[in-house]
Nanobody
Framework: QVQLVESGGGLVQAGGSLRLSCAAS????????MGWFRQAPGKEREFVAR????????VYTDSVKGRFTISRDNAKNTVFLQMNSLKPEDTAVYYC?????????????WGQGTQVTVSS
């Protein structure tokens, strides 16, 4: 089992930036793919981005392309999400995930989530 701890959420004005971090511990050999989902009030949890072990393979949902950048530091078992040009519709709880399941298209392990609020 891998444990994930997110940090970096907060309140920011529209157009601003935030950087989320997620530190993995435990069975980190299973963290070949890591990434982020988010869940806004009253909505289902949705995919945001994921990155492969080498950092070369990066996948984003359309709504964040060109604004968000996912990266990782394997030496520190940490994945980052740099969020620029934030919009009010980006407001959500952001969850870090690890161990991608291709069948369900979701992660098997999750962090506790960090709140991101973008004011207009």
């Amino acid at each position: 089992q891998v444990q994930l701890v997110e940090s970096g959420g907060g309140l920011v004005q529209a157009g601003g930036s935030l950087r989320l971090s997620c530190a993995a511990s435990g069975r980190t050999f299973s963290t070949s793919f890591m990434g982020w989902f988010r869940q806004a009030p009253g909505k289902e949890r949705e995919f945001v981005a994921r990155v492969g072990w080498s950092g070369i393979t990066r996948v984003y949902t359309d709504s964040v392309k060109g604004r968000f950048t996912i990266s990782r530091d394997n030496a520190k078992n940490t994945v980052f999400l740099q969020m620029n040009s934030l919009k009010p519709e980006d407001t959500a709880v952001y969850y870090c995930g690890a161990d991608w399941d291709a069948l369900s298209r979701r992660f098997k392990s999750w962090g506790q989530g960090t709140q991101v609020t973008v004011s207009s």
